[in-house]
């Protein structure tokens, strides 16, 4: 589960490295990336917390 939290957070700094390039279109998708693998972490570590 933690490779998923470290590829959010790659995502998340390609995002901030090409939002300050000027590629604004590569950054969104990116954080969208970043996004759905933070919320698809937190909701495997819920069910993993329950069972």
């Known amino acids: 589960m933690s490779d998923l939290i470290g590829l959010a957070v790659v995502f998340l700094i390609l995002a901030f490295i090409a939002y300050i390039l000027g590629?604004?279109?590569i950054a969104g998708l990116s954080m969208n990336i970043a996004k759905w693998?933070?919320?698809?972490f937190v909701i495997l570590a819920i069910i993993s917390l329950l069972f």
Do not use: D, T
């Not at 693998?37 to 698809?40: K, R, S, T, Y």
């Open 23 to 25: 590629a604004r279109g």
């Open 37 to 40: 693998l933070v919320i698809i």
